[in-house]
């Protein structure tokens, strides 16, 4: 077996090897144990079957390592809460392959099982009129927002995460599969699965991260989602497949503030399984992309698939391939050319784009272009993108 090392943690966490041996991998097969309380020093994990239990955080100073194909479970009925929080000032180092990646699960496989994991970083934000700081929406009450752009949480790499996210119905506690606040990019964000959350799949709360190589499977809410200034400038092959229930390709918003900054992504593929349903059926949410409180971007080489009409209690309601949702989103963003899609093939919806109720879209010459030949994503299927013998990349 790998070595296992150990550094300072707190007393709370507990790990227990099934090892005698470690220099026999073989013979005792992978490490075991359990993973919990406050990690304070620099912790790595070989490669193994974990359970985490309740909300693990990883403080300001400290580093969490796990080995390339581990498997961490949780259980909802052990713990009221389970999570795992990567504080500011914290690292976290999850390096798996393409045959080997490490995958966070739940028992029961139900979605909203449990928090996921959340990155709270030191880079900018713009939040509600113009704040520079903000308290996140997790229920957690963490202050996120910072100075340095250049920020550098660690490496989530060929990271699968399943079940997770959830919403909690007094409307104060929003968790998704992947949360990213104020993270800087610095940080690597690589071949990551988002599966079956009761939420978004990935939602950046400000910051400069960027993400490459991501795959939003069966999430409830979004696919994708942004608020706070999130300015990532090197994101590429995004793959998003709602199935089941499941509201917006990308939801899109920048807390109501006009800027002149913005993503910029490349190679998207947004498809909605024909038997897919909205959350919330008595507010239809079924656009591939969604823009509204002066959200904007940079997107090309886009394919859109099925986000077509959902008919409720006998009124048929039209998906289209870009919402505009409201006035001085258009007013600002579209018409200030701060908004572009470019070489955008969509089949399944009857228009390209439109606004909401009375707004009206015409985008400037160039900021949205058509093509039979884009391609969106390419991404390379494998075991980090297969769950129970089914490729994810459908």
């Given at each position: 077996m790998k070595k296992l090392f150990l550094g300072l943690t707190a007393?709370?966490?507990i790990f227990t090897s099934c090892s005698k041996d470690d220099n026999n991998e073989e013979t005792n097969g992978p490490a075991t144990g359990t993973i919990q309380g406050e990690i304070t020093g620099n912790?790595?994990?070989?490669?193994?079957?974990?359970?985490?239990?309740?909300?693990?955080?990883?403080?300001?100073?400290?580093?969490?390592?796990?080995?390339?194909?581990?498997?961490?479970?949780?259980?909802k009925t052990a713990s009221t809460d389970n999570?795992?929080?990567?504080?500011?000032?914290?690292?976290?180092?999850?390096?798996?392959?393409?045959?080997?990646?490490?995958?966070?699960?739940?028992?029961?496989?139900?979605?909203?099982?449990?928090?996921?994991?959340?990155i709270v970083g030191d880079a900018p934000i713009n939040a509600i009129g113009g704040a520079s700081t903000a308290?996140?929406?997790?229920?957690?009450?963490?202050?996120?927002?910072?100075?340095?752009?250049?920020?550098?949480?660690?490496?989530?790499?060929y990271v699968r995460v399943e079940y997770a996210g959830k919403k909690i119905?007094?409307?104060?506690k929003e968790t998704n599969s992947f949360t990213f606040y104020s993270v800087g990019s610095n940080t690597t964000l690589d071949h990551l699965v988002a599966y079956k959350g009761a939420d978004d799949g990935y939602e950046?709360?400000?910051?400069?991260?960027?993400?490459?190589?991501?795959?939003?499977?069966g999430n409830f809410d979004d696919a994708f989602d942004w608020q706070d200034g999130w300015k990532g400038q090197n994101n590429s092959n995004w793959y998003a497949y709602q199935v089941g229930k499941g509201n917006f390709g990308m939801e899109i918003e920048a807390c109501s503030n006009n800027n002149n900054?913005?993503?910029?992504?490349?190679?998207i593929t947004l498809k909605r399984n024909a038997n897919c349903v909205p959350e919330d059926v008595s507010s239809?949410?079924?656009?591939?992309?969604?823009?509204?409180?002066?959200?904007?971007?940079?997107?090309?080489?886009?394919?859109?698939?099925?986000?077509?009409?959902?008919?409720?209690?006998?009124?048929?309601?039209?998906?289209?391939?870009?919402?505009?949702?409201?006035?001085?989103?258009?007013?600002?963003?579209?018409?200030?050319?701060?908004?572009?899609?470019?070489?955008?093939?969509?089949t399944g919806s009857t228009t390209n784009y439109k606004g909401a109720g009375s707004v009206v879209v015409n985008f400037p010459t160039g900021q949205f272009t058509t093509s039979t030949t884009s391609t969106g994503a390419s991404i390379t299927t494998g075991v980090w993108a297969t769950v129970e013998g089914t490729s994810l990349l459908q």
């Open positions: 007393l709370s966490l912790v790595s994990y070989a490669y193994g079957n974990y359970n985490l239990k309740g909300v693990v955080r990883v403080k300001p100073g400290a580093t969490l390592t796990i080995a390339a194909g581990s498997v961490i479970t949780i259980d999570g795992l929080i990567v504080e500011n000032g914290g690292t976290i180092n999850l390096i798996g392959t393409a045959d080997q990646p490490i995958v966070f699960t739940e028992l029961s496989k139900v979605p909203g099982s449990w928090s996921g994991i959340m308290i996140s929406e997790d229920g957690s009450n963490i202050t996120y927002g910072g100075t340095d752009s250049a920020d550098n949480s660690g490496t989530l790499k119905a007094d409307g104060q950046f709360f400000g910051g400069t991260v960027s993400m490459t190589n991501a795959i939003s499977y900054y913005w993503p910029v992504i490349s190679n239809i949410e079924i656009d591939a992309f969604q823009f509204k409180k002066e959200g904007n971007g940079d997107f090309n080489n886009i394919v859109i698939e099925g986000y077509g009409s959902f008919s409720n209690n006998g009124t048929t309601y039209e998906g289209t391939g870009c919402k505009i949702q409201d006035a001085t989103t258009n007013n600002n963003q579209v018409n200030g050319s701060k908004i572009k899609l470019t070489n955008v093939k969509i």
